[in-house]
């Protein structure tokens, strides 16, 4: 973030301006509190090149996926520099080195494992995304407002214990009982040193999927879950983060950025940041395809994974682990999520196994205002 006594200097050298989508002011932030280090900026066509064919950036580093500004504009040269707005707010300013005509069916195949439009980032970079490509570095002058406040890496880092391990739990929908049950035993994995040990529950509050609950009302609803569960081994915090949907690469982004907000290890479940074809409705990727991924990396990005257990609710001991509930023939009670969306909508009561009340009181009022 450049200081404030440049600020006006900075937007006095721009000769263009950019309008920021939710997208792009989601990596701007990111790229401004240092979530993306080492990123400084837009990836320039050398980088994203090198990401998109390898991974891995000009200098070796692992990144897994691409940070792009996109524009339609034909004005825009290498040496402008660009006064990056969004909503009304200056956010930042980008001095221009390098503007390319992407590759977007190869950066597809390289990064999402298809160029198929029935995946929802290719649906993104073909018809979201502008001609263009700009990449350079970025000064930033200010955060967007949110209505979810979003810490910095630094200041994250700030509250979490001293040479301890740290836990990062990423997800994007609200957190049901096996949710908790999952993070929860994964303090107590055996790669993990207690006591001492805590997790930093952080969620993307930034788009994701169209048909997924929107930001604001997953923020709210994690808001309550923290104060209705108040662990002193849990930590919180929201990453303004846009997801790709990109399975084993999406597994790899995370890992690192959670690496910047001071995380030592990974929880990583079956199919992470995967997705469905929007017409047939089949994976994307295979179930491990991210973990396997993750593992193999972990040790280069000085980080640990930990392999999210197979939960099952039953009658006659509430949580275990799917084996045990095998191994012992008891009764599992499942409910699905379509099904407890219909529950929800018709007002049903919700099994108190399956979720937290405070957590479905959040989501029966969002159905309350969307109704009227």
Known sequence: MAPASEHAALKAAC???????????????????????????????????????????????????????????EDIVPGDKLLLTY????????????KFTPNKPLECLKCYGTSSLEHPAVQMVAMERGKYYIGGPIKGLALPTRVFPCASPADVRSTLPANQDVLAFQCRNPIHKAHYELFIRAL?????????????????????????????VRFRTYEVLKEETKNP????????????MAGPREAIQHMIIRKNYGCTHFIIGRDMAGCKSSISG??????????????KHAAELNM?????????????????????????????????????????????????????????????????????
């Open 15 to 73: 000769n263009k301006r950019i309008e920021l989508s939710d997208r792009n002011a989601c990596d701007v932030e990111l790229l401004t509190v240092g979530a993306f280090s080492p990123l400084e900026g837009f990836m320039n066509k050398a980088e994203y090149d090198s990401v998109v064919a390898n991974m891995r950036m000009t200098n070796g580093l692992l990144f897994g996926l691409p940070i792009v500004l996109d524009t339609d504009s």
């Open 87 to 98: 909503q009304g707010q200056d956010l930042a300013v980008m001095t221009v080195d390098s």
């Open 282 to 295: 089949q994976d994307f990727y295979g179930a491990y395809d991210a973990q396997d991924l993750a593992n």
């Open 233 to 244: 081994r849990l930590r919180w915090a929201y990453l303004p983060y846009s997801m790709h």
């Open 304 to 372: 640990q994974t930990v392999a999210s257990l197979n939960i099952a609710y039953t009658e006659e001991k509430g949580y275990v682990t799917a084996d045990i509930a095998k191994a012992e023939n008891l009764h599992v009670l499942n409910l699905s999520g379509t099904k407890f969306r219909q529950m929800l909508r018709a007002g049903d009561d919700i099994p108190e196994w399956f979720a937290f009340k405070s957590v479905v009181a959040v989501l029966r009022e969002q159905i309350q205002s969307e109704a009227n």
């Open 188 to 216: 107590d994995a055996p790669n993990v040193r207690n006591p001492g040990a805590v997790c930093l529950v952080h969620p993307t509050c930034g788009p994701t999927q169209d048909d997924d609950i929107p930001g604001v």
